[in-house]
């Protein structure tokens, strides 16, 4: 066969299957700009007058997720600058320094990783429970830290461990040159790394579900508990539910477009180590 | 000791200590906390037999019949889920490199689906996709001839269905490992196959399939935690209903401790989720370390 149609055939073959695969996306858009009576059509429409209002009602409406996607952006950027501080340091010294009992420490910090959420919401709601701290801003980061700081821990190792170690040799002679070394000279060359592990950290929190509706709800409300108010037995604003979720989702699919090959990489090299969790 | 290394020590231990001492109280006193819970009677319901249990849970687990349906649940789930997201995405993967212009836009359109949070996937295609006379994929089960279907109410169609869903979201970190690791593999080898007149599909079990088999591993261990900590999308789909024909063990353990609100026995079914998930983990990454 002529390679010429052979290529076209396998691309068409793709570009169908693609297209399958994200219709649920796509369809989310369209549902998202209809009335809630166009929605109820069926066989569904694909050409109809799109409307925004969803969209307004989503942001400034009687069914506004603005204050969960506040609660979120709390939430996840605090987890993220918390889980960068700890990390950073904790990586270099896993991956470049002479640590006692390193490879029990990769070790405990991998077996943490795989520790599952089920196995954790127990518990917080007990203690949690005890300290007053349920539907609170800091319950909800502690949290948020047992998933977020372990994978950045090991995906950072493997960022560090790439760095030549010439770099480094010469400048070891006390302590502030040290902090030197690390700020100066580490730091700049891991900052890649670094921006994959803010992102992957960032999503996590903003993704999570299983503690945001145990462990929060009522005072604190992270966006991905909204998405049920949409549900209910009574009725499902289907319109809605599609142009609030696709609101939420907003951030996530930018992280998803702008880290796109990193994202494939950092998925790789934290599996190479023990792999994230969502 | 030569003092340069002494104060690296020091330096080191400075530097990871925080971080250990976080995770110790974060996540190791947690762990300690559940495993003694699930010793313990703890029912908020019935306060009042609260206390000691020794190994009570434990024997009511393994009697307890919606535990062990549970817990096949969990490994169907787990094993068909893993093997469609590896089939699939290396079909695809296979597919994608044949391709000669334009593969970007097939990785950019594959993270998007893995990017979303499961919850919203979950309610995506219980209202869009699956709902009887409205869902897309009613519509063309119905344009073909085979009819509307219960998706998510019927027990044997409700966990298709949730299996289904877990493929689809996860499928394309598969199918994007297997592209990275395919399109790294050396082409003279290829080229030595084909002057060795080997077929097609010699070429692809002797040559292709050993080369990527560290990333199939890899994607098997990811896949696996993630299946084995599966809550959202079926919690979002069918909260594990109808019945409990979707009730894996995480929401087994989830309605024991918070519907019911018996910690104690909820405790113990995280611990047996907390085991099994660890005693695979340790077998892949045996398999893995002796591949290497």
């Known amino acids: 066969m002529n390679k010429k149609i052979r290529d076209s055939i396998l691309t068409l073959l793709a570009t169908f299957i693609l297209l399958i695969w994200i219709l649920p996306l796509i369809w989310s858009v369209f549902v998202s700009l209809k009335s809630e009576i166009e929605v109820m059509a069926y066989p569904p429409n694909i050409f109809f007058e799109p409307t925004l209002n969803n969209f307004r009602d989503a942001i400034s409406g009687s069914l506004s997720i603005v204050s969960e996607l506040a609660d979120s952006l709390i939430i996840a950027t605090i987890t993220t600058t918390l889980t960068l501080l700890l990390s950073i340091p904790a990586a270099y010294s896993l991956a470049r320094l002479n640590l006692v009992g390193k490879k029990k420490l990769g070790f405990y910090v991998l077996a943490t990783q795989m520790i599952p959420p089920m196995g954790l919401v127990i518990p917080y709601y007990l203690i949690l429970g005890k300290f007053g701290w349920l539907d609170t801003y800091h319950g909800m980061i502690i949290v948020y830290m047992t998933f977020s700081l372990p994978f950045a821990i090991w995906l950072m190792v493997s960022f560090m461990e790439d760095i030549p170690r010439e770099m480094e040799e010469a400048a070891f002679l006390d302590k502030a040159s040290r902090v030197k ?98 | 000791m030569n003092p340069s290394v002494k104060q690296e020590k020091s330096f080191a231990i400075m530097l990871a200590a925080p971080s250990v001492l976080v995770l110790i109280i974060t996540t190791t006193f947690p762990i300690l906390y559940l495993i003694w819970s699930s010793f313990q009677n703890i029912n908020l319901a019935m306060p009042m037999n609260d206390g000691f249990a020794g190994i009570e849970n434990y024997i009511e687990m393994f009697k307890d019949k919606q535990y062990w349906k549970s817990f096949r649940l969990t490994i169907i789930y787990t094993v068909s889920t893993v093997s469609l997201q590896l089939l699939i995405g290396l079909g695809l993967a296979l597919l994608i490199l044949r391709i000669p212009k334009a593969q970007w836009v097939f990785r950019l359109m594959a993270i998007l689906p893995i990017v979303l949070a499961p919850v919203v996937v979950g309610l995506f295609w219980r209202t869009l996709m699956l709902t009887p006379d409205f869902g897309i994929v009613d519509f063309f089960t119905q344009a073909i001839g085979l009819g509307s279907h219960a998706w998510l109410s019927e027990p044997k169609l409700a966990l298709f269905s949730v299996i289904l869903i877990h493929t689809w979201q996860w499928t394309p970190f598969a199918f994007l490992v297997l592209l990275a690791s395919l399109a790294s593999l050396p082409s003279d080898l290829y080229e030595a196959a084909k002057i060795d007149r080997a077929s097609a599909i010699k070429r692809f079990f002797y040559i292709t399939l050993p080369l990527i088999r560290p990333a199939i591993i890899i994607i098997v261990i990811m896949r696996s935690m993630i299946a084995l900590s599966a809550y959202a999308a079926i919690y979002a789909a069918t909260r594990g209903g109808p019945g409990t024909a979707t009730e894996i063990l995480n929401l087994y353990a989830y309605r024991t401790s918070f519907l019911e609100v018996n910690f104690g026995y909820g405790s113990t079914l995280a611990v047996f989720i907390l085991v099994v998930t660890v005693s695979v983990a340790t077998v892949l990454y045996l398999i893995r370390k002796k591949n290497n």
């Open chain 1, 181 to 278: 070394t690390l700020l100066y000279i580490i730091i700049p060359q891991v900052k890649g790394g670094i921006a994959v592990t803010t992102l992957f950290t960032f999503m996590n929190a903003w993704n999570e579900f299983l503690f945001a509706v145990q462990l929060s709800g009522n005072k604190v409300r992270p966006v991905t508990i909204a998405m049920y108010n949409f549900v209910s037995v009574e009725q499902t604003m289907w319109a809605k539910l599609c142009a609030a979720a696709l609101i939420a989702m907003i951030p996530v699919i930018i992280i998803g477009i702008i880290g796109n090959n990193h994202i494939v990489k950092g998925l790789t090299l934290g599996a190479v180590k023990g792999g994230g969790r969502k």
